[in-house]
């Protein structure tokens, strides 16, 4: 559960929840854990982790997070290549857990009028990370 500490490499659990993890950081948790709420209301449970440092990652932890749901989805205004995806998906390479990634895809950036047009632009948006959670859980 959040904590008043803040350690380099650890990750917080901001939630429990049983048929899917959403790691995530920074702005976009709001918006994951508005989705957890409104996917609530279909009877998926989303447990929401905030992982503010990938370096050093507490791959253990992240292990028993995934494995106590099954699926896993990374949320990041961030390059999926070499960010929080990349990391998570690194370290669950030897389990079987299906992963899914919200972030940016491999591109040059753009310019915008404010930085909702630019999630917008990006995908990074609270469609985009139900989609994700419903398409990750097919996979379970």
Same mark, same amino acid.
């Given at each position: 559960?959040?904590?008043? %500490?803040?350690?380099?490499?650890?990750?917080?659990?901001? $939630?429990?929840?049983?048929?899917?993890?959403?790691?995530?950081?920074?702005?976009?948790?709001? #918006? &994951?854990?508005?989705?957890?709420?409104?996917?609530?209301?279909?009877?998926?449970?989303?447990?929401?982790?905030?992982?503010?440092? &990938?370096?050093?990652?507490? +791959? %253990? #932890?992240?292990?028993?997070?995934?494995?106590?749901?099954?699926?896993?989805?990374?949320?990041?205004?961030?390059?999926? &290549?070499?960010?929080?995806?990349?990391?998570?998906?690194?370290?669950? +390479?030897?389990?079987?857990?299906?992963?899914?990634?919200?972030?940016? $895809?491999?591109?040059?950036?753009?310019?915008?009028?404010?930085? $909702?047009?630019?999630?917008?632009?990006?995908?990074?948006?609270?469609?985009?990370?139900?989609?994700?959670?419903?398409?990750?859980? #097919?996979?379970?």
């Amino acid at each position: 559960m959040p904590s008043d %500490q803040f350690e380099i490499g650890e990750v917080y659990p901001l $939630n429990t929840g049983t048929d899917v993890t959403v790691f995530s950081y920074g702005d976009m948790l709001l #918006k &994951i854990l508005n989705v957890a709420g409104n996917l609530k209301d279909e009877g998926i449970s989303v447990c929401v982790v905030n992982v503010p440092t &990938i370096k050093p990652l507490d +791959r %253990q #932890k992240i292990i028993e997070l995934a494995k106590n749901t099954g699926a896993v989805v990374t949320v990041e205004e961030h390059s999926i &290549i070499g960010g929080l995806g990349s990391a998570v998906t690194e370290a669950l +390479r030897l389990e079987k857990i299906p992963v899914e990634f919200v972030g940016i $895809n491999d591109m040059y950036g753009k310019s915008a009028h404010s930085h $909702n047009d630019l999630l917008e632009h990006y995908g990074l948006t609270e469609k985009k990370i139900t989609n994700s959670i419903h398409n990750v859980l #097919k996979y379970k």
